[in-house]
Structure formats: structure tokens, C-alpha cells
């Protein structure tokens, strides 16, 4: 598909992401598609007031579509286009010793809406019941006062290391680094689209526990021992107990629920139903 047809000239087709201000700055009779990612109740109203020119609204999955068929148009199709989760290459699996790692983390946005009070009660609760258990906190906001009293409320001062946020670029090179620790991701969001974060982890064969949400059960194909029910902070701790003492097998099982997305020839179809491309 030529996007671009030169200095000057239009595209052929103008996709805007969960960015309306943007529908005020495209060419009149532009073939225009409006991609939507955001769970956050206030961020996707915009969807119902979209202009009739619109070709479609786009989202990264099925249960997604769903959600937000009611908020977009009548007029307006509403289509599923997957996110792309490339396959990661991993010559071998990491040595494993006798005694699982016990190291948890979570990386990515940090806030209400992704629930991050909930992953660190959940910390507190594994740090109970393992002395020996290792917690990593990647994301932006991590100066914020509030998840220092969160830290020292839960006694994870000196137990749980804060990272800032990785660029795109050092996701793959973080996540390496969490296989060989074999750690678990952990999730405790209260809305996801698709739920690329861990879907990354899972490529890179790191075995996940999610909150119990529309978005993460599709992810996991509805496997429970990947999922916890939301703000019950015990059964999460015991899962991720139990993920980490079964990391090898549970690390496989990751991949393979996650395999179909890296289909680049699912991916083109998708793309090319989408968008209206013959």
C-alpha cells in the first residue's frame, strides 16, 4: 500500500489514533479511518460525535469492537485489527535451577485506571507468605510520593526496585532480561483494548497473571491459571506463587497462546479487510 504519493500530495488513506483534534487538520473527501485504543471511560467519547465521513473505526480486538460499537455512530463500521506481536527468537531457555526465582514485576502505564495500588498490595501479599521473593516496578510517575507511602505501607522499602519507563526500542532487551530471571508479569488493569504489554511478555515466553477482565481473559484464551478475580489480592499472590514454581511449563503455554498474532499473513488480512484494500 503506497501511503505517502509525494512532497506536497495527500496519502491515500489517513488513519487518526485516539486523537480527534487531528479529524480538524485532514483534507476535505479523504479516505479516513479512526483507530481506537483507549479503555479510559472519558478518552473514547469523542467516538460519539465522529463526523459521517469517517470509513471506519478500528480497534485491536473482537471483545474490544464490542465494547465500543455502542459509543461510535450507527453509520460507522466497526472493525477488529489485531495488534502485531512479533515472535521472539530464543535459542534456548534459561538454566533453570532446582528452587524457583520468585521475581514478579510489572511494567508499562502507572496509574488508577491500570490499577497500580492493587499490583503493590499484591507484592505485600507474596512478600508475606516468600521471604524470598524479588519485585520490579517499571513505568513513568515512579517519583511520585504516593508510591513511596504504597512501598513503606506494604514493607517493600529495599525489596521492590522502581525503573522509569523503557522506550520502545529497550522493551525486547528489559523482557530478555526477565526471562533469565524468570519472572512473572503481572497485570491488575481495570480496562484493556487488547493488552499489548503482556502480550510482549508472553512472546518473549514470560508466563503472565492478569486481572480478570474482558480484555485480558481473550488475551489468555480464558485460561485460569493466568487469570486472577480483580482486587482480590490474595488469589493473585497465590497464583503468582504457583506461575513461578511452574515457570518452565508455564513459560511455554505463554507462547503458544500468544503464536497467532505473530502471523504476518493473518496480520495482512486483517489490515487489508480493514482498510478496504482489494
Same mark, same amino acid.
Given at each position: 500500500m503506497k501511503l505517502h504519493q509525494g512532497e506536497g500530495e495527500d496519502f491515500d488513506r489517513y488513519v487518526i489514533v485516539d486523537c480527534p483534534d487531528g479529524l480538524t487538520i485532514i483534507p476535505p473527501h479523504a479516505d479516513v479511518y479512526v483507530?481506537?485504543?483507549t479503555t479510559y471511560p472519558d478518552s473514547k467519547q469523542y467516538l460519539r460525535d465522529l463526523p459521517s465521513s469517517i470509513r471506519a473505526v478500528l480497534s485491536p480486538s473482537d471483545?474490544?469492537?464490542?465494547?465500543?460499537?455502542?459509543?461510535?455512530?450507527?453509520?460507522?463500521?466497526?472493525?477488529?485489527?489485531?495488534?502485531?506481536?512479533?515472535?521472539?527468537?530464543?535459542?534456548?531457555?534459561?538454566k533453570l535451577n532446582s528452587e524457583p526465582s520468585f521475581t514478579f514485576f510489572h511494567y508499562g502505564r502507572m496509574d488508577f485506571w491500570k490499577n497500580? #495500588? /492493587?499490583?503493590?498490595?499484591?507484592?505485600?501479599?507474596?512478600?508475606?507468605?516468600?521471604? =524470598?521473593?524479588?519485585?520490579?516496578?517499571?513505568? %513513568?510517575?515512579?517519583?511520585?510520593?504516593?508510591?513511596?507511602?504504597?512501598?513503606?505501607?506494604?514493607?517493600l522499602i529495599g525489596r521492590c526496585r522502581l525503573m522509569p519507563s523503557i522506550s520502545f526500542e529497550d522493551v525486547d532487551t528489559f523482557l530478555r532480561q526477565m526471562v533469565e530471571a524468570r519472572a512473572i508479569f503481572i497485570s491488575s488493569s481495570r480496562g484493556e483494548s487488547f493488552g499489548l504489554a503482556a502480550a510482549e511478555a508472553m512472546s518473549h515466553g514470560i508466563p503472565v497473571l492478569l486481572s480478570d477482565i474482558r480484555g485480558h481473559r481473550a488475551l489468555v484464551r480464558s485460561q485460569e491459571?493466568?487469570?486472577?478475580?480483580?482486587?482480590?489480592?490474595?488469589?493473585? #499472590? /497465590?497464583?503468582?506463587?504457583?506461575?513461578?514454581?511452574?515457570?518452565?511449563?508455564?513459560? =511455554?503455554?505463554?507462547?503458544?497462546?500468544?503464536? %497467532?498474532?505473530?502471523?504476518?499473513?493473518?496480520?495482512?488480512r486483517a489490515w487489508k479487510s480493514a482498510m478496504d484494500l482489494s
Open positions: 483507530e481506537c485504543h471483545q474490544f469492537s464490542g465494547e465500543i460499537r455502542p459509543l461510535v455512530p450507527s453509520r460507522t463500521p466497526v472493525r477488529t485489527l489485531w495488534n502485531y506481536v512479533p515472535e521472539v527468537k530464543r535459542a534456548t531457555l534459561p497500580d #495500588a /492493587e499490583v503493590v498490595a499484591t507484592f505485600a501479599e507474596v512478600a508475606r507468605n516468600e521471604p =524470598r521473593a524479588k519485585f520490579i516496578l517499571c513505568g %513513568d510517575n515512579l517519583g511520585e510520593d504516593r508510591y513511596f507511602r504504597y512501598l513503606s505501607d506494604a514493607g491459571a493466568f487469570l486472577y478475580p480483580l482486587y482480590d489480592t490474595s488469589s493473585a #499472590a /497465590e497464583k503468582l506463587l504457583l506461575l513461578s514454581r511452574n515457570w518452565a511449563d508455564v513459560s =511455554r503455554t505463554a507462547r503458544d497462546m500468544i503464536e %497467532d498474532y505473530a502471523d504476518v499473513h493473518m496480520i495482512n
